[in-house]
C-alpha cells in the first residue's frame, strides 16, 4: 500500500524552528513532484511550497520565502521543510502531496498524507 507520512510537526515559540519530513512507503518506483499544503483553523489549504523529482524546481508561498527551505532525498524516498523564524500566522495542519509512480511506466497517482500540527506561540 503506498502512503505518504509526515512528521515532525509540533508547538514551537516565535522565532523558532521546526523540521517536518514526508515519507513515501510501499510499492514505490519512484516519487515525482512533492508539495506541502498547509490548513489553517477556518481557512483553506494552500500550497506552501513544492519540489520537483529533480529537485531543481521549487515553489515557494510569498510568506515563507526566505524562512522555509523544502529539500528532497530520492534514495529514502523523502522530502523535508525546515522551517524557521516560525510565527504565529504558520500555525495550521501541515499535509504532504505527492505524485508516486508505483512501477517503470512512471503513471503517477497523487496520494495525500494524514497531516502534522504545528502550533506556534506568540
Known amino acids: 500500500q503506498v502512503q505518504l507520512v509526515e512528521s515532525g510537526g509540533g508547538l514551537v515559540q516565535s522565532g523558532g524552528s521546526l523540521r517536518l519530513s514526508c515519507a513515501a512507503s510501499?510499492?514505490?518506483?519512484?516519487?515525482?513532484?512533492i508539495r506541502w499544503y498547509r490548513q489553517a483553523p477556518g481557512k483553506e489549504r494552500i500550497l506552501v511550497a513544492k519540489?520537483?523529482?529533480?529537485?531543481?524546481?521549487?515553489y515557494y508561498v510569498d510568506s515563507v520565502k526566505g524562512r522555509f527551505t523544502i529539500s528532497r532525498d530520492n534514495t529514502k524516498n523523502t522530502v523535508d521543510l525546515q522551517m524557521n523564524n516560525l510565527r504565529p500566522e504558520d500555525t495550521a495542519v501541515y499535509y504532504c502531496?505527492?505524485?508516486?509512480?508505483?512501477?517503470?511506466?512512471?503513471?503517477?497517482?497523487?496520494?495525500w498524507g494524514q497531516g502534522t500540527q504545528v502550533t506556534v506561540s506568540s
Open positions: 502531496n505527492g505524485d508516486l509512480a508505483a512501477d517503470i511506466t512512471l503513471r503517477t497517482r497523487n496520494y
Open positions: 519540489i520537483e523529482q529533480t529537485g531543481e524546481a521549487y
Open positions: 510501499g510499492s514505490v518506483f519512484r516519487v515525482e513532484t
